[in-house]
């Protein structure tokens, strides 16, 4: 019985402990906090991206392959899948205007999960995103063949297609 009131005051006080500094003046590490109310953001770090400039005089077949390059390689595998697939399908037979309109639609917005979001209708699209592409877009994303859409394609088979 001694030894259970021993054992829940050390383990009392460790647990408290751990919520205070070690050393006044040092940094508290902070956990994961959701969403909460009080969170004034304060500890997210934004880091400047370069403006999206449009390439004048970049020749199209150069731009078709850096386009199906930046498709493959995106920030989060949703996209990174959902745009090399659309890639694949639309990119070899997309007009200069609707080349430069994917490109400003892939590479301007600062974060991915926008594109997402306007491709799969869960956001609207700005004003400054909507024409053709995204309408195509917006049409594969519902996947209305139902292929399965696990996995990217690998560059090499793309780099093929596209010559």
């Known amino acids: 019985m001694l030894s259970s009131i021993i054992a829940k005051r050390v383990v009392t006080g460790l647990c408290q402990g751990a919520w205070r500094p070690a050393v006044t003046g040092l940094v508290s590490c902070r956990s994961y906090r959701g969403d909460a109310p009080d969170d004034?953001?304060?500890d997210l770090i934004e880091i400047p991206l370069p403006p999206w400039e449009d390439r004048p005089g970049e020749p199209t077949d150069i731009k078709?392959?850096?386009?199906?390059?930046?498709?493959?390689?995106r920030g989060m595998l949703e996209n990174c899948i959902l745009l090399s697939?659309?890639?694949k399908r639309y990119l070899n037979t997309m007009s200069e205007n609707q080349l430069q309109q994917y490109d400003r639609l892939?590479?301007?917005p600062s974060n991915d999960w926008d594109i997402y979001y306007w491709a799969t209708e869960a956001q609207p699209t700005p004003e400054v995103y909507q024409g053709d592409v995204m309408d195509m877009l917006k049409e594969f994303t519902k996947n209305r063949d139902h292929e399965q859409r696990l996995d990217?394609?690998?560059?090499?088979?793309?780099d093929k297609e596209s010559q």
């Not at 078709?64 to 390689?73: A, G, I, N, T």
């Not at 990217?152 to 793309?158: D, S």
């Open 40 to 42: 004034t953001r304060g």
């Open 64 to 73: 078709r392959r850096r386009l199906l390059y930046e498709s493959r390689k």
């Open 85 to 87: 697939l659309f890639a």
């Open 106 to 108: 892939i590479n301007e």
């Open 152 to 158: 990217a394609p690998n560059l090499e088979y793309l």
